[in-house]
């Protein structure tokens, strides 16, 4: 039964150009980690795998996952330290908003 709810929730693959062309891949990119993160496959902490081993995980060139990864720490998911890597910050700003509202 667990299995099943797993991959229910389990984040898709990524697949380049399922999205309308409009969309520009780094924004594929960074919706993709975004969901990753949600869905708790990268916890919070959690260091990313360094830019060159993610851009060919992606299929994409080392500049496009930088615009990726700047979109997603302007949402405050990730953030990214000098010489140390980058790290997951928090799972959404959802959850934030439910830590704060009063009960």
């Known amino acids: 039964m667990n299995g099943a709810v797993a991959r ?5 693959s990524f697949n380049r150009g399922q999205l309308p062309e ?3 891949v780094y924004q594929e990119v960074a919706d993709h ?9 990268l916890p919070v902490h959690t260091r990313l795998p360094r830019r060159e081993v993610l851009a060919a ?3 994409v060139s ?3 996952l930088k615009l990726a990864l700047k979109m ?3 949402w405050g998911l990730v953030k990214t330290l000098p010489s140390k ?3 997951v910050e928090r799972r959404s700003r959802l959850m934030d908003d439910e830590r704060q ?3």
């Open 62 to 64: 080392v500049p496009t």
């Open 8 to 12: 229910a929730t389990a984040v898709p």
């Open 101 to 103: 509202a009063p009960r």
């Open 72 to 74: 997603l720490q302007g």
């Open 57 to 59: 995980e992606y299929g």
């Open 33 to 41: 980690i975004a969901a990753r993160i949600t869905h708790g496959e």
């Open 22 to 24: 409009s969309v520009y």
């Open 85 to 87: 890597g980058t790290y």
